[in-house]
């Protein structure tokens, strides 16, 4: 009898401490966007950079009652991309892609990619997370992502394209 009081004394803790954790996990998204210009090249490596991404993390970790100091890890869970111009685009001309971050004082690492992109992509692409933890990127002030990508097919217009992050945050329990 003892030892059913104690598994069910266990099991309840366990249970309330899950519950406890997820308090202090949360999401931070951004979005930014970028143009893959038209070309005349095909199967070479090109780079692009998307514009500084302002991380708000202090307003971020406030509004989540969270300090920068209380961070545990936070890792990168979607990447996708979204062709807004031209109408009717898609991801058919990429073979491959890559996206890396990097910030102020801290060397770039990849965190996505797609090697293997078909011809009917379609007009978004999810791009597979590396599960780096990037939390010390995202507690700078700003970040930037560079996309690494190959094309298999000419361009002959500009692509536009939207790029959306989901960042998962773990803080530690009552600063413990």
Known sequence: MKKLVLIIAALQLFTSCKKVDSLTQFHLDYTSSV????SAGINLPLNLFTPEIESNSE???????????????IILTQLDLTITSPTGGDFGFLKSIEVY??????SEIMVASNTDIPDNAGAKISLTPTNKDLKEYIKKDKFNLRLNYVTDEVLTSDYHIDV???FFVDAEILGQ
């Open 59 to 73: 307003s971020e970790f406030a509004v989540n009652d969270t300090k920068k100091d209380l961070i545990e890890e």
């Open 164 to 166: 959306y992050t989901k």
């Open 35 to 38: 143009v893959i210009p038209s």
């Open 101 to 106: 971050i990097s910030a102020e004082g801290l």
